[in-house]
Each structure stands twice: as structure tokens, then as C-alpha cells.
Antibody, heavy 118, light 112 residues
Framework: EVQLVESGGGLVQPGGSLRLSCAAS????????MSWVRQAPGKGLEWVAN????????YYLDSVTGRFTISRDDAKNSLYLQMNTLRAEDTAIYYC???????????WGQGTLVTVSS | QSALTQPASVSGSPGQSITISCTGT?????????VSWYQQHPGKAPKLMMY???NRPSGVSNRFSGSKSGNTASLTISGLQTEDEADYYC????????????FGTGTKVTVL
């Protein structure tokens, strides 16, 4: 089955770090741009970061620039998001998504919840 | 980053048609045809319903259609069905260097 499965979410204190992972199945992962999109509890969607095929280009939401790093391992069909210096406002469900067209995601994972709280 | 503006809620009876608007600026909705729409049922991940303003992904009902005029994009659902009750989000590529895409504020569709 074509799917994305995220892992690595959890409860972390403000200022702490987490690394999210996303495993891709049944499609040629290396052919696609990939993104992370988040959704705070009861709120709307917010694009966080994306990465081009091969990891050559990476782009970030202003508020996470310098704190988050997106990366990929095409040999392992995996996408990652290293999150440092976490803040309460980073609390959200983080979705791994496949970008099949400009700024358009056609495949979403089930999401992983990140809670930043003391 | 300013979200695209959507009505908080839209409702209709089964079989009726409803339209959800999505208003942005010339830097996003008005400047490109990279507008997409997502449907999200409670507790579920979003699902792509429309892309590049008017294109439906394979498997999406032809009851869904998209359009754009100036800085406002729209999603129309015809022949409203109970399973259409969900949250809907628009999204647009943004030419601002700050970010890749911006999402709408979201619209709750209720089938009466």
C-alpha cells in the first residue's frame, strides 16, 4: 500500500529537542519533493518545511528557521525533521506529506503529535 | 505569514450545491494557478480534493469543482451528501521568499 508513516512525536519540555521520522512505502520516494505540515490542536494547517529530491534544496517557515532541520535518506525511503529549541507554539500534529505538484500534497501520513509543555 | 481567508462555516441540505471561497492576495491566489483544496474529517489526515485550481485527483467525485477569479478561489460541491460534512482548507503557492505555501483558515461544511 502506498503510504507514509510518521513516528517520534511525544511530550517535550520547552527548549528541548525531538526528531520526527517518516517512512515511505510502495512508491519511488526519491522522485518527490517532501514536506512537513503541522496542525495545532483545533487549528488550521501550516506548512513547516520541504526538501527537494536528493536534498539539494530545503525551505522553511520563518518561525522555525534556525531551529528545525528537514532531511531525507532516499536509500531508506525516509524523511526526517530535527526540531530543536522547541516552544509551546510548536505543539501540533506533524504530518509528513508527498508533494506531487507545486505546493500540492497528494499523500499524507496519519500524523504524529508533538506536545511542548513543562 | 497571513493565512488565506475562508468563511468559518457553510451549510446546505442534501442534494443542494454550496460554494466555499478562499481569498488571498496577488502574491498567492491571484498570482498563480497553484491553488489546491483539502478535505479533513475529524481525527483524520487531510485529503487532496482539487489542485491547480480546477483539477480533480483520480478518485475524487465530479461533484467537486474549482474555480478562481482574481484573488479569490472557490470550491463548489454539487449534490451535497452527508459524507461531505468535514473541514475544508484551501492552499496556494506563495511567491514570497518566506514560505512555500499558505493555507486557508478552514471552513466547516455542515450537511443539514
Amino acid at each position: 500500500e502506498v503510504q507514509l508513516v510518521e513516528s517520534g512525536g511525544g511530550l517535550v519540555q520547552p527548549g528541548g529537542s525531538l526528531r520526527l521520522s517518516c517512512a515511505a512505502s510502495e512508491f519511488t520516494f526519491s522522485d518527490y519533493w517532501m514536506s512537513w505540515v503541522r496542525q495545532a490542536p483545533g487549528k488550521g494547517l501550516e506548512w513547516v518545511a520541504n526538501i527537494k529530491q536528493g536534498g539539494i534544496e530545503r525551505y522553511y517557515l520563518d518561525s522555525v528557521t534556525g531551529r528545525f532541520t528537514i532531511s531525507r535518506d532516499d536509500a531508506k525511503n525516509s524523511l526526517y525533521l530535527q526540531m530543536n529549541t522547541l516552544r509551546a507554539e510548536d505543539t501540533a500534529i506533524y504530518y509528513c506529506v508527498r508533494d506531487f505538484a507545486v505546493a500540492t500534497s497528494d499523500l499524507w501520513g496519519q500524523g504524529t503529535l508533538v506536545t511542548v509543555s513543562s | 505569514q497571513s493565512a488565506l481567508t475562508q468563511p468559518a462555516s457553510v451549510s446546505g441540505s442534501p442534494g443542494q450545491s454550496i460554494t466555499i471561497s478562499c481569498t488571498g492576495t496577488s502574491s498567492d491566489v491571484g498570482g498563480h494557478n497553484f491553488v489546491s483544496w483539502y478535505q479533513q474529517h475529524p481525527g483524520k489526515a487531510p485529503k487532496l480534493m482539487m489542485y491547480d485550481v480546477t483539477n480533480r485527483p483520480s478518485g475524487v467525485s465530479n461533484r467537486f469543482s474549482g474555480s478562481k477569479s482574481g484573488n479569490t478561489a472557490s470550491l463548489t460541491i454539487s449534490g451535497l451528501q452527508t459524507e461531505d460534512e468535514a473541514d475544508y482548507y484551501c492552499s496556494s503557492y506563495s511567491s514570497s521568499s518566506a514560505f512555500d505555501r499558505v493555507f486557508g483558515t478552514g471552513t466547516k461544511v455542515t450537511v443539514l
